[in-house]
Structure formats: C-alpha cells, structure tokens
C-alpha cells in the first residue's frame, strides 16, 4: 500500500468533519484491500477508494471533492464499469478498452439469442418480456454465474456485487438493442 494508514485514517476524519460518514468498518476493509492488492502509485488507490466508498451518487461527489481538496488528487471523469478482481482471471471482459467490452456484450448477446430459440414478434409483448425469458435460459445464466465466487473479503464481495450488476445491465441492453 502506498498510502500511509495514518493517512487513510486521518481522511476519514475529514469526510465525518464534511457530514461524509462511512462505517469504520469500511475504512479498514479498504486499508485491508490496499494492503492485499500491490497498486503501483498512490492514484490507483485513490481511485480505488473513491469507487469502493461511497454507496450513492451523492457520497461520490462529496468524496470526489475531498480527495481532491486533502490529497490534492482529480478523479478522472472515466466510466470504470468493472473493477478487476484476481478471481476473474477465466474472462477478459475487463481487461479490454470500451469499444472491445461491446463487441464482447455483442456476440454474448448473439450468442444468447442464438442459443434461446425463435421469437415470435407476432405476438403482443413487449420487448421487457422477451427479455425476462431469455434471462431465464439456461444459457443466460451460465454467462452470468461466472460472478457466483465466494471471496473472503467483503469489500471484494460487494465489488464482485457491483460488477456483476454492470454486467448483467450492459449484457440486458445488448440484448434489447437485438431483439
């Protein structure tokens, strides 16, 4: 861990000073994290904290100001979808640029779509109900069980949580935009 304990702990001290209050709980699960995974500099685990924090927007933006204003750090404007975990070494779909995660969520979706059968659009449902049946093929859910790991660490069960959501939520609107 390149940043200091003292530094993480003093930081937390400022968010409760700045109505900005996480659990203790989550401050040493994340000193914990940063000690496990090896981040080459202090940005990467400024990063880090501002995506594991927070649980709303609200507390993203106020955590955003104050890494700014006490570590002197801008969070990039980045979309960070996924957060690599060491357990996710089968698939790549987060080690790839943006451009190469959607030809990855289209031949998924494809693949999905190909695999459920015929849709016959001559009947009268929406799209939302096609979309329910395909997510209760089996096919569906093999892609999807992929996130069904079981991590000693909390905070990598809640990324794992998070990732798997931006997943199925990405894989969900690759496969509206096919049907």
Same mark, same amino acid.
């Given at each position: 861990?390149?940043?200091? =304990?003292?530094? %993480? #702990?003093?930081?937390? =001290? +400022?968010?409760?000073?700045?109505? *900005? ?8 699960? *994340? ?9 080459? &500099? ?12 927070? =649980?709303?927007? +609200?507390?993203?933006? &106020? *955590? &955003?100001? *104050? ?6 750090? !801008? +969070? ?24 190469? %995660? ?22 009268? !449902? ?7 049946? #395909? ?23 809640? !990324? ?7 997943? =199925? ?11």
């Amino acid at each position: 861990m390149n940043l200091q =304990t003292d530094e %993480v #702990i003093n930081f937390s =001290t +400022i968010c409760k000073q700045n109505n *900005l209050q996480f659990p203790s709980e989550r401050f040493s699960d *994340l000193i914990n994290y940063l000690n496990i995974h090896d981040f080459e &500099k202090d940005s990467d685990e400024l990063e880090m904290m501002y995506h594991l924090l927070p =649980t709303n927007k +609200i507390e993203k933006d &106020k *955590l &955003k100001d *104050l890494i700014s204003k006490y570590f002197g750090h !801008v +969070i990039k404007q980045e979309n960070h979808e996924f957060i690599n975990l060491d357990e996710y070494k089968d698939k790549n779909y987060f080690d790839k640029n943006i451009d190469d %995660v959607n030809t990855s969520f289209q031949n998924i979706s494809r693949d999905i779509l190909n695999n459920f059968g015929e849709i016959d659009f001559s009947r009268p !449902v929406s799209n939302m109900y096609w979309l329910n049946q #395909i997510k209760k093929s089996q096919f569906y859910e093999n892609e999807i069980s992929f996130f069904n790991i079981s991590f000693d660490s909390e905070l990598d069960q809640i !990324v794992n949580s998070q990732n798997k959501g931006n997943f =199925t939520n990405k894989l969900d609107m690759k496969l509206l935009e096919r049907i």
